[in-house]
């Protein structure tokens, strides 16, 4: 659709106080859901996080991608089993997440920015040690609960110019692979940074207020709502802003 002059003018003039408000700030997003499935909306999400950069906000991008990783498995041949609504991963699992994740989606994700005008660094939780994980529950075999996210490979990319992109891969001291939530890697990795923002794309409506009351959902939160909240959804799902 054409816009005319005048009709550019009037949005550049709404956006400059969030353009103002945001340049030189980190913004953490959490990309998943049907905006990483559908390729039209992974090309705007990709188009938007580049205009982003390039007005000055310093993006760092988080990724998961439980779908393709069902998908590969189910080319293997190996069925995908959940525990509370967790994926089990056994070892062959492990290395087929890591490949998916860290391999394939996050090289394909660098690629799209880059085609769309941006810079961008893919890195994975392994890379310097970055998310450090144990075993969450002997059930789940190598699905990993974070003990420690060491942010300084993030800021090194940022502090060169790139936008990082994060594959949600946890390592530990003893070489095993984790699968991370990429959900809670989001939050634990913003929680490191400080960022202006924390934006999770995600397929449910807001923060559960009341986990058995969907309706009762707020698309956004402030931390202070958001750390006097009891309810362990709300520091992962949704847009908070200080």
């Given at each position: 659709?054409?816009?005319?002059?005048?009709?550019?003018?009037?949005?550049?003039?709404?956006?400059?106080?969030?353009?103002?408000?945001?340049?030189?700030?980190?913004?953490?997003?959490?990309?998943?859901?049907?905006?990483?499935?559908s390729a039209k909306l992974k090309d705007s999400v990709m188009r938007d996080i580049v205009l982003l950069s390039l007005i000055g906000v310093k993006v760092v991008l988080v990724h998961g991608?439980?779908?393709?990783?069902?998908?590969?498995?189910?080319?293997?041949?190996?069925?995908?089993?959940?525990?509370?609504?967790?994926?089990?991963?056994?070892?062959?699992?492990?290395?087929?997440?890591?490949?998916?994740?860290?391999?394939?989606?996050?090289?394909?994700?660098?690629?799209?920015?880059?085609?769309?005008?941006?810079?961008?660094?893919?890195?994975?939780?392994?890379?310097?040690?970055?998310?450090?994980?144990?075993v969450r529950d002997e059930r789940l075999g190598y699905v990993g609960e974070i003990t420690k996210v060491d942010v300084r490979p993030i800021l090194d990319v940022i502090d060169k110019g790139y936008i990082p992109v994060v594959s949600t891969v946890g390592c530990d001291t003893q070489g095993h692979v984790y699968n991370i939530n990429a959900d809670t890697a989001a939050a634990r990795i913003a929680g490191e940074l400080g960022p202006e923002s924390l934006i999770a794309m995600t397929d449910i409506s807001?923060?559960?207020?009341?986990?058995?009351?969907?309706?009762?959902?707020?698309?956004?939160?402030?931390?202070?709502?958001?750390?006097?909240?009891s309810s362990p959804a709300s520091s992962t799902a949704a847009c908070c802003r200080k």
């Open positions: 659709m054409d816009i005319t002059n005048p009709q550019r003018a009037k949005v550049l003039v709404h956006a400059l106080p969030y353009i103002q408000e945001y340049s030189g700030k980190i913004v953490v997003i959490k990309y998943g859901g049907n905006a990483m499935i991608g439980g779908p393709e990783i069902t998908e590969t498995l189910e080319k293997l041949g190996k069925q995908t089993q959940f525990v509370d609504g967790l994926r089990v991963t056994d070892a062959e699992t492990a290395d087929v997440v890591q490949m998916v994740l860290a391999g394939k989606i996050n090289k394909t994700l660098v690629n799209l920015i880059g085609h769309k005008g941006g810079r961008a660094i893919g890195l994975s939780g392994i890379d310097g040690q970055m998310i450090q994980a144990r807001g923060i559960l207020r009341d986990k058995d009351d969907p309706p009762r959902s707020s698309p956004s939160s402030t931390r202070r709502t958001r750390c006097s909240s």
